[in-house]
């Protein structure tokens, strides 16, 4: 079982360690959009990643126009407080690329509009928040993955 994690431009090093981090526990890929909000050399990075960066599957993009051309064939599954569906709805399937946005703004509106289709979100029940932490977003969303490729 594999799924591939994919952030666009990222802005927090520290996340960015974390799901690297989670990547390699779960033989998932890691797919990192340009431009980064920091230097993937970011002592914070490699700190929350620890030692384990180096056994990474990762892959660098210059621009979202690179990743979407490159991968314009395959299962994608796009993350905002804006859809409509639950992630646990997902049909989840093996390879499948699940498209997180920047920790400040989320996805693009453009994205968004041109996703709705493939657009879910995390159920939040408090009104006293908007989002959740992306490295808690993406460890949620890949474990419902993997729990439910692996009962299938």
Do not use: C
Not at 48 to 53: E, F, I, K, S, V
Not at 82 to 87: C, I, L, V, Y
């Amino acid at each position: 079982m594999a799924l591939n994690i994919v952030l666009l431009e990222p802005e927090i090093p520290n996340n960015t360690g974390n799901i690297g981090r989670l990547a390699l526990a779960t033989n998932s890929k890691l797919h990192l959009v340009k431009p980064l909000g920091f230097d993937l050399d970011d002592k914070r990075v490699k700190r929350a990643g620890l030692d384990y960066w180096q056994h990474l599957s990762l892959h660098i993009y210059e621009n979202q126009n690179e990743f979407f051309h490159t991968h314009r064939s395959n299962n994608m599954a796009f993350f905002s407080s804006h859809g409509s569906k639950e992630h646990w709805s997902i049909p989840f399937k093996e390879d499948m690329f699940l498209i997180f946005g920047k920790e400040s703004v989320g996805l693009s509106k453009e994205i968004i509009e041109n996703n709705q289709q493939h657009l879910y979100k995390i159920p939040i029940y408090s009104s006293h928040i908007r989002s959740l932490n992306l490295a808690n977003s993406v460890g949620i969303v890949v474990y419902e993955g993997l729990r439910q490729l692996r009962s299938t």
